[in-house]
């Protein structure tokens, strides 16, 4: 991330970042969106009935809780951990900013992963689609097969959320640690080769997807949910009957998070409809 001057506003960063109508100039005023009543479609989605056999819908989405973030960014790392993603590669980044000067100083940060937005725009731009949105689990990815690394959808996405892959490595990858494949590819592409996906791809977080089981249940949380320390990510299926069952947290329930707290999701003017909250 550039390194930004102090002298720089909050509003001013994210702007150039996010956008005009940013994140943290909205929890600034103190504007959000109202609790129950403009809950989007998608919570109140039950399961789909086939036959005799009833096939689960998930929509698994984050409820990330601004007033538990530490900034200490342990989200970040797991995630390349877990996924071994290589330099410049970074699914969840703690976006964060100084502002004021010293020694009358604050500072604001906020993590952000894929919003794996209901509408998004990133699909409708690749010209062999290679990136799109998973029907059962609404999870936005790219395939590593089709994808021909012509960066469209990194410039339609209006929250930065995607990573190109240079080819570049980390010392580690010539000890025993490169040569253990990737799960976030099933083994496909899990070792780094020179002129082979995912080397020439795009990349982006994926809600841990190797995670889940053959029915779509996830075995354990995405890495950045599972290891915050301050429990601030919370990661579930919006859709479920349960009333937003959480994967991370023991009697969680997202539903009720939306509910109980002040919220707002990122540029909502555009239509994309992200599936990433953040509480106030």
């Known amino acids: 991330m550039e390194k930004l001057e102090r002298q720089e506003t909050l509003e001013n960063v994210i702007d150039r970042q996010l956008g005009k109508r940013s994140f943290l100039k909205l929890a600034g005023l103190g504007i959000f969106t109202a609790a129950v009543a403009s809950l989007p479609s998608i919570l109140s989605e039950a399961s789909e009935e086939t036959g005799t056999n009833t096939k689960r819908k998930f929509r698994y989405g984050m409820v990330i809780d601004l007033k538990r973030c530490v900034n200490c960014k342990a989200c970040t790392v797991a995630c390349k951990l877990e996924n071994k993603t290589p330099p410049g590669v970074v ?3 703690v976006i964060e900013e100084e502002i004021g000067e010293f020694p009358y100083v604050q500072r604001r940060w906020f993590p952000k992963p894929c919003f794996h937005c209901d509408n998004p725009p990133c699909t409708k731009v690749c010209p062999v689609t290679a990136t799109y949105k998973r029907e059962k689990d609404g999870i936005v990815i790219v395939d590593y097969d089709a994808c021909i690394g012509c960066r469209y959808c990194i410039t339609a996405c209006p929250y930065g959320a995607r990573y190109f892959d240079f080819g570049e490595n980390y010392p580690a990858q010539q000890t025993e640690y490169g040569r253990v494949p990737s799960p976030e590819f099933h083994g496909a592409h899990g070792l780094r080769r020179e002129g082979k996906s995912p080397v020439g791809n795009v990349r982006k977080c994926t809600f841990c997807l190797h995670l889940q089981d053959e029915n779509g249940n996830y075995t354990r949380p995405p890495a950045c949910s599972e290891t915050c320390m301050s429990k601030a990510i919370h990661f579930g299926d919006l859709a479920s009957q349960a009333g937003g069952l959480c994967v991370t947290h023991e009697g969680c329930n ?21 599936m990433v909250y953040y509480l106030l």
């Open 91 to 93: 699914y969840n980044p």
């Open 254 to 274: 997202l539903k009720q998070l939306l509910v109980e707290r002040k919220w707002i999701r990122l540029k909502e003017e555009l239509g994309t409809e992200p």
